[in-house]
């Protein structure tokens, strides 16, 4: 069985500039999540997409971030402009069961690397 | 704040040795789950356990809750190389959602 995909592994650009990652779940999954982690920390949750619907986006800096999930399989998280504080990892999941997040397995694809200039 | 935070932050062993770490936790949870994290890479599922459990075994990992002190420990037994990594506890349910602690880095020395 494929893992959860994403793209691209690794990214660098300046600030003020705009960025697009993509993430493609693992076949099935009805539940999708972005994550952000800063060096150092543990990841924090941006977004939860239920099928193409947003479950949860409550820590999403919506001012310059946005995501979408269109046909309810892959994914895309941009962010425009981009921050210096916005270089982390961002890492996609995804699970079977609907239902919260944290209630169920998150298989989590291997991140794309951010790095703001 | 984090929900989960994980204690040690580092822990260096032998190979062979046990690894013991400790996650603790501030709200009424349904689940928690444990996440390993090689350098670079993404996260591994490890183990759930139910708030309605008190101990899971899977391998050579051992995963223990007590709700009243509202901790989890996670042992590693007859460490290996291989399972230097940062290990992760999310906690999950109820309205929550689901918070990863900072981690615990673990060195296991060959």
């Known amino acids: 069985e494929a893992g959860v995909a994403q793209s691209p592994r690794y990214k660098i650009i300046e600030k003020r500039q705009s960025v697009a990652f993509w993430c493609n779940p693992i076949s099935g999954h009805a539940t999708l999540y972005w994550y952000q982690q800063i060096l150092g920390q543990g990841p924090k949750l941006l977004i939860q997409?239920?099928?193409?619907?947003?479950?949860?986006d409550s820590q999403l800096p919506k001012d310059r971030f946005s995501a979408e999930r269109l046909k309810g399989v892959d994914s895309t998280l941009k962010i425009q402009p981009a921050k210096l504080e916005d270089s982390a990892v961002y890492l996609c999941a995804s699970s079977f069961r609907p239902g919260l997040a944290g209630q169920e397995t998150q298989y989590f694809g291997p991140g794309t690397r951010l790095l703001v200039l | 704040s984090q929900q989960g935070e994980e204690d040690p932050q580092a822990l260096s062993i032998q190979e062979g040795e046990n690894a013991t770490m400790n996650c603790s936790y501030k709200?009424?949870?349904?689940?928690l789950q444990w996440y390993r994290q090689n350098s670079g890479r993404g996260l591994v599922h490890l183990i759930l356990i139910r708030s309605n459990e008190r101990e899971k075994h899977s391998g050579r990992l051992r995963v223990t809750l007590d709700t009243s002190k509202k901790s989890s420990s996670l042992l590693i037994t007859a460490s290996r190389a291989a399972d230097t990594a940062s290990y992760f506890c999310a906690t999950g349910g109820g309205s929550y959602i689901p918070t990863f602690g900072r981690g615990t880095s673990l060195i296991v020395h060959p």
């Open positions: 709200t009424s949870i349904n689940n």
């Open positions: 997409f239920q099928n193409n619907g947003v479950v949860d």
